[in-house]
């Protein structure tokens, strides 16, 4: 892949996640279409991230890829709609993907206090 590389970060909980986003060429104008490659990241996170993004109405495509096994880690692309960039749409993703996260934690502790109190 040739292009512009340009780093990012999002912020997931308490680590930041390294974000590298690859422009096709220079000239690339179009925020609206964009790969994003997620170092140290695998399939866990690739396949959430883009189940969330899909939810969203802006969004058109977006897949990942795992370029190979030995590497640590994932591209993830993302086309939209004009009305938002893919840069929003992937970190309106990662904060909806962090609070579906939180629910469920709390949901599953609520459940195993459920549980306890049973049992005793």
Known sequence: MS????????????EKVKIEEIRPNEDDESQSCRTFVLHEEDHTL????RYVIMKDPR???CGYSVPHPSEDKILLRIQTDTTCSAEDALRTGVDNLQSLS????????KAIEKHKQRLS
């Open 46 to 49: 690739g396949n959430a991230l």
């Open 102 to 109: 939180e629910l469920i934690l709390k949901k599953f502790d």
């Open 3 to 14: 292009g512009d590389k340009s780093d990012t970060g999002v912020k997931a909980g308490e």
């Open 59 to 61: 969004v058109e495509v």
